[in-house]
């Protein structure tokens, strides 16, 4: 029977707990493949049954792992056409805003060393079938600017609800990040506020076998740690008190009041429901406020109206007198016409993102407030990677086959081949020295015989009268052996779905082009495409995630010395004004500050830059999308733009070929400068031959 809770707007830490066991064992029999996934391919691929058999027999297990090299290949295709974040504009208008977006990609992907994470996630994720990347910033360099970090966990480390169906868990209830062995001083540090809570406490594990293999699991710590150690490389085993800490991420829906417009249709949150009446009672008190100061007005001009008309035309009636006062301008303009019930109050439920972080030895949770992201990205704050996913409608402990990578699937054929390799060589070497056929003490020497008489160079002698003995020649091979263990090769390659032969990049006999070997590699990864456009698929949340933090990241200042002066020269010209001293030319306009003239015009260009750090840059300016990173791709693009110049010439200008060549960024701004000044030598060479009139002048004259 479930179990029961009492309504109440708080989420206990039992109940957290209860949710946790819950989410934790839908996951058991997934975290016990994955981590026999880990094993098979780094090279454990015997049972301890099969090496207790072989053990016994004097032989040592082999293992030809035809696994990790096809891992190995696929990582490296990654880490060669790595791509960076780059933000497209979704009008023509959106040009400069894509760019600075774009711009701070590069410098935050470049600090927090996103590729090699990335790259490390992807690796293991098509290993084991998932992987995952967190999200935060650390301040303690910068109190006020947080730098970007990214810290790796595997799926027992990251537990989310049981019933999410969707790729990025937009769906799920919860997610739970597990931090195991957390020091005393560390957890002091990550709630300050509870540190006499901490330091009263002896310490608390969670009471669960996390890998479901009925023994004690240690994670290192994967954080920072002191003296420069990277996450999660070490395990700290000094005998000081340690925290289990669970971290939940979950969506609590909360009673939010918001202020609609009739006459604009929009809705702006209010702080409370008192803020929302209050604002209600202060329109109408304005509406009201303007009416009496209006009347006011009137009053007192009628007064003084009055004071200039005779006993006969005072007493006429009011009626006429207001009329007469508008016709001489005397009345006040009325007050803008307001409608009283054009604003009015809605209650809307409306889902947040809480943080809530407990551990056993602690009773009241450690946190449980707004999490530090939210509102400018309302997902969860991970990045995660499933090489092969799947919504089947399994259940039960069927469920761990909806996520899968490379290795899962071979573990079968993988063992098939390492026993037919291990029966094979068996057999030679059982069968390799047959022994003598002799007739019956024919030896001088039996017992050398039997010693050496496998040995090379060896001298033995038989008895005069006794028959030569014959060498027994050797049982051929086992050929249904070899050739099992062959098709084992060969189907692991099928079920992987590599073919390293088209990946291969040397030309055919005639030669190929570039474009014969792009498309025959991309032949090759037709039946791994899913990996690749899965990693695609994160790295988009991952750049969504980074876009919507930026304001926490930069300030204006720091924001517009990652565009570069000449960026913000280009794009944000000076205003200009009339030389005073030649007249009919421009100057920039002098700033105000330094006295200097203006290099860019400033307020637009933090105008501009304040619009990509607020956050909401993706509603409707930028779209987050890929570009090409590694030295392959950019080297692919650039013959791609020398083949398209060579065919149309003329088209392509110099300064596009220099952009996408892979010279050093100031060779090219030399290059450009360069062509730059041919061209316009050029130009007034021309203009000097025709005394600068046109060639149709020319003629006519001529």
Not at 388 to 402: C, I, N, V
Request: hydrophobic share 35%.
């Amino acid at each position: 029977m479930a179990k029961k809770y009492p309504k109440e707007k708080k989420l206990t830490v039992e109940r957290s707990m209860d949710d946790f066991r819950l989410a934790h064992r839908s996951r058991t029999k997934l975290n016990e493949r994955e981590h026999e996934d880990f094993l098979f391919a780094l090279g454990e691929q015997w049972s301890e049954a099969d090496k207790s058999k072989l053990e016994a027999a004097g032989l040592k297990p082999i293992t030809d792992n035809r696994i990790a090299p096809n891992i190995h290949l696929i990582t490296g295709l990654e880490r060669q056409n790595r791509t960076d974040f780059k933000a497209f504009p979704e009008g023509q208008e959106d040009g400069v805003k894509a760019e600075v977006a774009s711009r701070l990609f590069r410098d935050s992907l470049k600090k927090s060393e996103f590729k090699y994470k990335s790259s490390d996630q992807f690796k293991e994720g098509v290993t084991c079938g998932e992987s995952h990347l967190e999200f935060y910033l650390d301040y303690e360099e910068n109190i006020l600017n947080g730098a970007p970090k990214w810290s790796k966990c595997d799926g027992s480390m990251l537990v989310p609800d049981p019933t999410f169906r969707e790729y990025d868990f937009s769906d799920a209830r919860y997610v739970y990040r597990v931090k195991l062995a957390v020091s005393r001083e560390d957890l002091i540090a990550l709630f300050p506020e509870k540190r006499k809570l901490i330091e009263v406490s002896s310490g608390g594990t969670i009471n669960m076998d996390l890998r479901g293999e009925g023994e004690t699991h240690r994670q290192p710590r994967d954080y920072p740690v002191k003296g420069g150690q990277a996450a999660g490389d070490v395990f700290d085993e000094r005998d000081d008190v340690t925290f289990d800490l669970l971290e939940r991420y979950y969506k609590k829906k909360v009673a939010r009041f918001f202020i609609a417009d009739r006459q604009t249709g929009k809705l702006s949150q209010a702080e409370s429901e008192e803020a929302a009446d209050g604002f209600l009672a202060q329109y109408i008190q304005g509406i009201e406020a303007d009416r009496e100061a209006h009347e006011q007005l009137v009053r007192s001009g009628h007064d003084q109206f009055m004071a200039t008309l005779s006993p006969e035309e005072a007493a006429q009636p009011m009626e006429i007198h207001l009329d007469a006062m508008n016709q001489a301008g005397l009345l006040p303009p009325p007050p803008p016409e307001q409608d009283p019930d054009r604003f009015f109050v809605v209650k809307r439920m409306v889902s947040e993102m809480w943080y809530l972080a407990h551990t056993p030895g602690i009773e009241p949770p450690l946190a449980d407030e707004i999490a530090w992201f939210f509102p400018k990205w309302k997902n969860y704050p991970f990045v995660p990677y499933f090489a092969r996913f799947s919504t089947a409608p399994l259940k039960g402990d069927e469920r761990h086959l909806l996520i899968q990578g490379l290795v899962h699937g071979v573990k079968g054929v993988q063992e098939k081949h390492n026993k037919a390799e291990m029966l094979m060589l068996r057999h030679l070497n059982s069968s390799a020295n047959s022994g003598w056929l002799s007739e019956e003490n024919a030896w001088v020497d039996a017992e050398e015989v039997e010693r050496l008489g496998a040995a090379p160079a060896v001298n033995l002698e038989y008895k005069q009268g006794h028959a030569k003995p014959e060498r027994i020649i050797p049982v051929p091979i086992s050929q249904a052996h070899a050739q099992i263990a062959l098709d084992s090769a060969e189907s692991i390659k099928a079920q992987l779905g590599i073919n390293s032969d088209l990946l291969a990049s040397q030309e055919g006999p005639q030669g190929d082009s570039g474009r014969a070997i792009a498309l025959r590699q991309k032949q090759g990864l037709l039946m791994i495409q899913e990996l690749f456009d899965n990693l695609t698929r994160s790295r988009q949340i991952a750049g969504r995630m980074l876009l919507s933090q930026f304001g926490s990241i930069y300030d204006l200042e720091t924001a517009l010395k990652v565009c570069g002066e000449a960026f913000l020269q280009k794009n944000f010209p000076p205003p200009m004004i009339l030389d005073p001293e030649n007249p009919g030319e421009q100057i920039p306009m002098t700033d105000p500050q330094t006295g200097k003239p203006m290099e860019y015009d400033k307020d637009m260009a933090e105008v501009t830059v304040g619009e990509v750090l607020s956050g909401h840059l993706e509603k409707y300016d930028v779209s987050v999308g890929e570009s090409a990173a590694s030295e392959a791709q950019q080297l692919a693009e650039s013959m791609e733009i020398k083949e398209m110049a060579t065919t149309y010439p003329g088209v392509v200008p110099p300064e596009i070929l220099i952009r996408y060549s892979q010279i050093p960024e100031s060779a090219k701004s030399e290059l450009v400068s360069v062509f730059q000044q041919a061209q316009a030598a050029a130009q007034a060479a021309s203009e000097g031959k025709t005394g600068g009139k046109s060639d149709k002048e020319e003629k006519k004259n001529g």
